[in-house]
T-cell receptor, first 116, second 118 residues
Framework: AQTVTQSQPEMSVQEAETVTLSCTYDTSESDYYLFWYKQPPSRQMILVIRQEAYKQQNATENRFSVNFQKAAKSFSLKISDSQLGDAAMYFCAYRSVNFGNEKLTFGTGTRLTIIP | GAVVSQHPSWVICKSGTSVKIECRSLDFQATTMFWYRQFPKQSLMLMATSNEGSKATYEQGVEKDKFLINHASLTLSTLTVTSAHPEDSSFYIC??????????????FGPGTRLLVL
């Protein structure tokens, strides 16, 4: 079974600064998806970014980028130019590519606070 | 695109009654829907996976007779909490994905339903 670990329960960053959230995972599969989801106070889960394991290039979405280290099974999220609206719980998640096993395995989350 | 709605957003019920929560994919056909439960300050816990037209697959420890899931169409899945008790109070979230291959789209989440059982 796959596991996802987020070792930082809470993080804070000054507005406009850069912050990196850590995520490690364990799997015996060679191909899979990794995701970062954001859950603001409204509790709506929002997809931030996704990475396909067979792609070596790190995914980027505007101010959000990942550092995907497949051998180390590490998948960190970097938020540049942090904004007040980035304050939320951030969940790292793993998904198999195998049809019939598409469930997401979530980490325990990191609460990000933005300091004005 | 990829909008998922849930109804109701809030529900308060008496102990012993049943509550139905609807999850709809508004602009895509959801071949698979997922139901999660989230306790305060905790991560999401998958309860069950449902594919359109077939029985749901429940995660270990989830009572299928208590949490009835129906996925009767490609845009609608329902979760019924039967004979609800205070310990069933929680935040229930559904998600949906389209496509029929393992490389199909990401899961998109509904806004959640807060259930309070008195």
């Amino acid at each position: 079974a796959q596991t996802v670990t987020q070792s930082q329960p809470e993080m804070s960053v000054q507005e406009a600064e850069t912050v990196t959230l850590s995520c490690t995972y364990d799997t015996s599969e060679s191909d899979y998806y990794l995701f970062w989801y954001k859950q603001p106070p409204s509790r709506q889960m929002i997809l931030v970014i996704r990475q396909e394991a067979y792609k070596q290039q790190n995914a980027t979405e505007n101010r959000f980028s990942v550092n995907f280290q497949k051998a180390a099974k590490s998948f960190s999220l970097k938020i540049s130019d942090s904004q007040l609206g980035d304050a939320a719980m951030y969940f790292c998640a793993y998904r198999s590519v195998n049809f019939g096993n598409e469930k997401l395995t979530f980490g325990t989350g990191t609460r990000l606070t933005i300091i004005p | 695109g990829a909008v998922v709605s849930q109804h109701p957003s809030w529900v308060i019920c008496k102990s012993g009654t049943s509550v139905k929560i609807e999850c709809r994919s508004l602009d895509f056909q959801a071949t698979t829907m997922f139901w999660y439960r989230q306790f305060p300050k905790q991560s999401l816990m998958l309860m069950a996976t449902s594919n359109e037209g077939s029985k749901a697959t429940y995660e270990q420890g989830v009572e299928k007779d208590k949490f009835l899931i129906n996925h009767a169409s490609l845009t609608l899945s329902t979760l019924t909490v039967t004979s609800a008790h205070p310990e069933d109070s929680s935040f229930y979230i559904c998600s949906a994905r389209g496509g029929t291959s393992g490389r199909a789209e990401t899961q998109y989440f509904g806004p959640g339903t807060r259930l309070l059982v008195l």
